[in-house]
């Protein structure tokens, strides 16, 4: 069966940054599926119409169309349930879901403010007036006061991080002795800004490092193929 | 079989305020268990030594001592699978973890800040100089510096609860359908505050608002019978 996905592509097509995209594509390894890529540009709306969404990741499966990565992180567990398990029942689910909007709502907005100008630097040519509008309308300030500096940013950050490392001295992951869809909604912000910043976020010493490595060496290595931003 | 509960327990008996205790109180009551309450204060340390613990919850189960709240809920958990689930398997158990922790390092310290000196009026005399000691240690600061005007701190951590309102958008409660552990370390933190501050700490048009009240009617209003502090 042929499986597509339309991921998010900065100005240069190999560079993936969204953090919802990495979500999935960590997902669809895990369940041990093949896919195709489609990159995909913000200001791209009619080319994904087709699934009635404005954004990516946008799920082909066969027959079935899937937008929003939660939608389709679910539908993953339900159409693949001999592949290893991604929530590990209701109840995981149910918790996974905190987690998600956790990253979404906690950390997304702090990198947001760390990488911003980095982001706007990297999007493609095409996508950059979206992306302005989008986001200041959004953060109702123009992106340049939105940024912060690493030194003001990154304490705060590591201080957000606290019940991750808390969680990690006990288990390897957030889903225990594997990695489960909680760990990938984490790990995709982490790719966000690998892909698009060459700010430090985690030092090597911190126990959130190694568990990215070990997310980052997962599946043969297949995230750490994402090659850093350079500054 | 009995049962016993080492409780924290104010200056009036039946102001039961630890946090870690309440989520255990849930959880017997989740699992339809019954128990006698032992009144303990911080000050006796003597009186919990056998549990090789300096902190409650300290439960005996028959012949089984446990101490640390996450230790007893796994213990009522593995004791007693036939009862509802308290974690809804490894997963469930894994994404639980860092939710407790979540409200450890996040939720805590802030609410800490807002009711601390409500907290040293309200605890055992005998108490106060461990209490002041022991805090005043934690946080390198006095009690009276620490404390944190409404005004000042409960935007922050309404703000703070931004995911849990996220999510409580999609289901009843943090498990999902159900209430599960994750829920009771989160009631918890507001039990705490019930049995000793006035402080409103959330509004009645807040989602996280109608989830606690759907906490405190559970199980016939168990946990309603904690009687609000008065200012």
Known sequence: MSRTLYDLAAARDDVRFSPYCWRIKMA????????????????????????????????VDGDTVVADSWNIARHLEAHYPQAPTLFGGAQGEAHALFIKFWCEQTLNP???????????ARIHPQDKAYFRANREARFRTTLEALVVAPDQGLPALRASLAPV??????QPFLGGERASFADYCLFGVFQWA?????????????????????????????????APARA
């Open 28 to 59: 669809l390894k895990h369940k041990g599926l093949d896919w195709r890529e489609v990159p995909w540009r913000f200001t791209e709306k009619n080319v994904i119409a087709f699934a009635d969404s404005m954004t990516v990741p946008v799920l």
């Open 165 to 170: 490392r808390a969680a990690l001295e006990k």
């Open 110 to 120: 702090q990198i947001l403010r760390l990488i911003v100008m980095d982001l706007y």
């Open 194 to 226: 690998r892909a698009m910043s060459p700010i430090t976020l985690l030092e090597p010493d911190d126990r959130v490092y190694a568990w990215r490595e070990r997310l980052l060496g997962a599946f043969d290595g297949f995230a750490s193929t994402l």
